[in-house]
């Protein structure tokens, strides 16, 4: 392995999911092993924290959450930028009279 190797951040959905939204045990294992060689392993999806409904946190250094809007590191937020409801309101309901899908959370939970 590269020893100038200091982190592996990877997708969620279609990257580390199979299909069915589970993990190998083999990929569990590398990401340990990963982090046992001092390698910071971090996730990084559009999803909110309900991406941990999939797989434990406890295999991953941090986590960057909500399209880049939240970054932790365990978890102490690191980065935090997202959108109040009320500064987007008026879109939200422009695109649900047009028919157009939007994907938001919205006091942990994800629409």
Do not use: H, W
Not at 27 to 50: D, Q
Not at 83 to 98: M, N, T
């Amino acid at each position: 392995m590269n020893k100038n190797i200091k982190m592996i951040v990877t997708d969620l959905d279609e990257t580390l999911f199979k299909t069915d939204k589970t993990v190998s045990e083999n990929t569990i294992n590398t990401l340990k092993e990963c982090r046992k060689k001092g390698i910071k392993v971090v996730y990084a999806t559009g999803r909110g924290k309900s991406a941990e409904q999939n797989i434990s946190s406890s295999i991953f250094d941090g986590r960057i959450i909500m399209n880049g809007a939240i970054a932790q590191i365990n978890d102490d937020v690191i980065y935090y930028r997202v959108i109040p409801c009320q500064s987007v309101r008026s879109l939200l309901i422009a695109c649900d009279k047009y028919g157009l899908k939007i994907a938001s959370q919205f006091n942990g939970m994800d629409y």
